[in-house]
């Protein structure tokens, strides 16, 4: 019996566990600095550079997140895979043993489906329950916003740090018609549960809830490939997902064009091993990661990296900037998710 095996069977009897959270809100951040009086023009300035960093698919950044990475599994995955760098390549041969299987991206997602078809559906979220997560934002740049908000004395607000807590029944939320975009932790359950099985239909569903935009104010308008990837990506951060629709989901991501799934794990933010799933729209100079845990195949992170050579146009608030193969933009790892019954509340 491979270890694989062994941990699965160690860890049968445990329950699903929950997977929370809300994705930074970088906006919100720079949002709240700004009404500080005279620190208006650093508010600037770090909203600019946190726009720069931020891709399309992280816009949807209020949907509460899915995620939920086992700790305990990172060391025992060191020692049953042979473990990829921190840019990989799609295209590398397989490396892995245990019983995943990295070699195609019907090969990982639909054993991954197979897997989330077998577990407990957990009962949904009572009204008053909150959703607690925490994520490791590994971007150098952001880190360096930060530094400056403290070297200026300026008080970061409560809500902008890797603990997050959002309600899973927000009715205000859910009644604000404005932003066609935002789906609340509650319209997000519903949302999965459902979606039907067909892959083609499932994923027409998602491109009509998060809609994409025209190609006007400046925006590139999205290939319908592209379109349905950010659109999966962005629901898969939500929460809470059951089981059973997380493999529907799956099944329907292994079958959009120019996806592909590393070969090897990779290295995420907080140091540990995962599987990557990736996609590069046609002409752009950057790939999306989307990163699965490889023991309960849920949610546990995102990243952007650059694939070709290119240089960011500089303004007065933001100096251009050199970009090369492997460089990594956005970085996120989620590290822990649950359901609590109040704000502030840990696991």
Known sequence: ??????????????????????APGRERLSDAIAGSGGRRTFALRLRLRLRLRLRPMLRDWRVASLGAVVAVTAA????????????????????????????????????????LERQEVPPEPRAGQWIYTREVDGASGNAEALKELQEAGVEVPPGFGPDQWV???????????????????RESYRIAAALPEDPEALLAKLRE??????GTDGEQEESEDAHSFRAVSVLLRSYPIPPDAMARIYRALATVRGVKVTHHLVEDAAGRQVIAVVRQEHMEFTRTDLLIDPVDYGYAGTREVAVESYGTVGSDEEPAE????????????RTHAAVVDAKGEKP
């Not at 397989?94 to 639909?110: E, Y």
């Open 1 to 22: 019996m491979d270890e694989m095996t062994q941990l699965r069977e160690l860890r049968a009897d445990a329950p699903v566990p929950d997977r929370a959270a809300l």
């Open 76 to 115: 025992a995955l060191v020692i049953t895979q042979v473990v990829g760098g921190t840019a990989p390549d799609p295209t590398s041969p397989a490396t892995v043993a245990g019983d995943l299987d990295l070699t195609s991206p019907a090969a990982a997602l639909n054993r991954a489906a197979d897997y």
């Open 167 to 185: 309600p899973y029944d927000d009715k205000a939320a859910e009644n604000d018609a404005s932003d066609t975009d935002f789906r609340t932790a």
């Open 209 to 214: 809830t998060f809609p994409t935009g025209d």
């Open 322 to 333: 050199q970009r090369e193969p492997g460089d990594i933009l956005i970085d996120i790892a």
